[in-house]
C-alpha cells in the first residue's frame, strides 16, 4: 500500500460529512411537496419533500409539531426552515424542520379550512341542529372578557331594553395562550347553572390571529355539546369563525348579539302599548254605539236562526216522505210470509230424504240378513270348529279322539272324533 494513500473508515467518512453538511446548512429554508407523512407514536413525524426531480427526508419532532396551526398531509406543498444533518446508523441525511408554512396560503386560513371541512362533515354544521332562541329569557349568560369592549356593549344595549334581565357573566381570555380551552369552559360552566335561557359568546373585531381561540376545536365542542342555545358574537359583520358556524345563530356583532336576544320582549312591550291604546279608544266611545251594534248583531241572529230552524224543518219532511214510501211494515210482513214459505219447502225436502234413506238401509239390512251365517244355521246347518278356533272342511283336519265344537243357531256342542270318511253318506245323483 503505498503511503501517500488516505484510507477512511465509514465511520470517519460519516462524519466529515457531517462536519460540512452542518457548516454549510446550519439553517435553510427548502420548498417541497409533502409525501409519505407518518406519524409515530412518540408524537414525532416522519415525511418526505420532494419536487420533480430530487427527494429529502425530513423529521418534525414533537415539541416543534405542537405549535403548528394546520394539519400536514401528503401532497400538500410547504416550506419548512430548519437545518440539515447526516443520520449515521443509515448512511442519510435529513432535514430537521424547525417551522414549517404551507405554500400561498397562510397556516392560520388552512388551518381554519381544514377544521371547518372535518366540522362540517360531522355534521355539526347541519341547520337541522340548530334552536331557536327562547321568546322571554329571563336569564343569560355571557362567555367574553370582562374588560373587553364586547361586554359594555352587550349590557348597553340589555339595559336600554330590559334592565331587568338577570345576567351571568363567565369571565375568560378571548385571545392568546389558553383563551380556548377558558371560552369553552365558560360554555360549559354555564351549562352548569340552573335556568340560564341562552348564552352569549363574544367578543370585540381583530385580525385572524387575534380572533383565532374562536376558531379552536375546543370551543366548536364545547358549543355543539351546549344544551342552552347559543349565538355567537366575534368579531366584526365580515369576520367568521369556526364558532359562528356551530353556533345556533351568528350575530354580526356583539351589539346585534344582545338585540337579537331581547328583540321578541321588545316587541311584546310595543304590542301591549298598541293593546292599551286600542282599548282606551274602544273606551271613549259613545255608548249608543255599542248598543246599536248589539242591536244589529241581535237582529242577525234571529234571522240566521230563523232560517235555520226552516231548513231543519224541510229536511224532516223530506225524511218523513222518504220513511213513509218504504213502509216498513209492509215489508216486515212480506218478508215474514217469504220465510214461512221457505221453511214448509224445507221440511218437505227433509221428510222425502228421510224416507228415501230409510228405504235404503231396510233393504241393505235384508241383503245382509240373507248372507249371515246365522241365517244358515237357522235352516238346521251347524258349523263345526277345532278347539283351537279353526273351522272344519276336511276330515284330514282332525284325528280320532280330537274334541270338536259344533256351532248351532242356538248355542254349541263339544263333540269327539269317533271315526272320518273321506266321502260323506248321502246318495249319489
Not at 340548530?130 to 370582562?146: M, Y
Not at 321578541?264 to 279608544?281: D, N, T, Y
Not at 248589539?294 to 216522505?321: C, I, K, P, Q, Y
Not at 210470509?337 to 230424504?353: I, Y
Request: hydrophobic residues 45%; positive net charge; contains cysteine.
Amino acid at each position: 500500500m503505498s503511503a501517500s494513500r488516505t484510507v477512511l473508515t465509514i465511520s470517519e467518512l460519516t462524519r466529515r460529512l457531517q462536519e460540512v453538511l452542518e457548516e454549510r446548512f446550519p439553517a435553510v429554508w427548502v420548498e417541497g411537496e409533502i409525501s409519505n407523512f407518518r406519524p409515530s407514536a412518540a408524537g414525532h413525524a416522519y415525511f418526505t419533500l420532494k419536487d420533480a426531480e430530487s427527494q429529502l427526508r425530513a423529521v418534525l419532532f414533537r415539541s416543534r409539531g405542537r405549535r403548528l396551526r394546520f394539519e400536514p398531509a401528503d401532497g400538500l406543498h410547504v416550506m419548512a426552515f430548519g437545518s440539515i444533518e447526516v443520520y449515521p446508523q443509515r448512511g442519510e441525511y435529513q432535514m430537521v424542520v424547525e417551522l414549517l408554512e404551507p405554500k400561498g396560503l397562510g397556516a392560520l386560513q388552512l388551518a381554519f379550512e381544514q377544521l371547518k371541512a372535518r366540522l362540517s362533515a360531522e355534521g355539526l354544521f347541519d341547520q337541522a341542529r340548530k334552536r331557536e332562541l327562547p321568546r322571554f329569557p329571563r336569564k343569560i349568560g355571557i362567555v367574553t372578557s370582562p374588560s373587553g369592549a364586547a361586554i359594555r356593549d352587550i349590557l348597553r344595549v340589555i339595559g336600554r331594553r330590559f334592565g331587568e334581565l338577570h345576567i351571568v357573566i363567565a369571565p375568560c381570555r378571548v385571545q392568546g395562550e389558553g383563551a380556548a380551552e377558558q371560552i369553552a369552559q365558560g360554555v360549559r360552566d354555564l351549562n352548569l347553572l340552573t335556568g340560564v335561557d341562552v348564552i352569549i359568546v363574544a367578543r370585540g373585531g381583530g385580525s385572524l390571529e387575534d380572533l383565532w381561540a374562536f376558531n379552536e376545536e375546543a370551543v366548536a365542542r364545547a358549543i355543539a355539546g351546549s344544551k342552552v342555545p347559543v349565538v355567537s358574537a366575534v368579531g366584526h359583520e365580515v369576520d367568521y369563525t369556526i364558532a359562528d358556524f356551530v353556533a345556533d345563530l351568528r350575530a354580526p356583532t356583539p351589539s346585534a348579539a344582545a338585540e337579537l336576544v331581547v328583540r321578541e320582549k321588545q316587541a311584546v312591550v310595543e304590542s301591549l302599548a298598541q293593546l292599551r291604546a286600542r282599548l282606551e279608544r274602544l273606551a271613549a266611545r259613545p255608548l249608543r254605539d255599542l248598543e246599536r251594534r248589539v242591536d244589529e248583531l241581535t237582529a242577525r241572529l234571529r234571522r240566521e236562526m230563523r232560517g235555520e230552524v226552516s231548513r231543519a224543518a224541510h229536511r224532516v219532511a223530506l225524511a218523513t216522505r222518504a220513511l213513509r214510501a218504504s213502509d216498513p211494515v209492509a215489508r216486515v210482513a212480506r218478508d215474514r210470509d217469504q220465510l214461512e214459505s221457505l221453511q214448509s219447502r224445507m221440511l218437505a225436502v227433509l221428510h222425502r230424504r228421510r224416507d228415501r234413506a230409510r228405504g235404503a238401509l231396510e233393504t241393505a239390512v235384508g241383503r245382509l240378513d240373507s248372507l249371515s251365517p246365522l241365517a244358515v244355521l237357522g235352516r238346521g246347518y251347524s258349523l263345526t270348529r277345532t278347539i283351537a278356533g279353526d273351522v272344519v272342511h276336511s276330515p284330514a283336519q282332525v284325528n280320532i279322539g280330537d274334541v270338536i265344537r259344533v256351532l248351532l243357531q242356538r248355542g254349541s256342542l263339544d263333540a269327539r272324533v269317533t271315526d272320518t270318511r273321506e266321502q260323506d253318506d248321502r246318495p249319489q245323483v
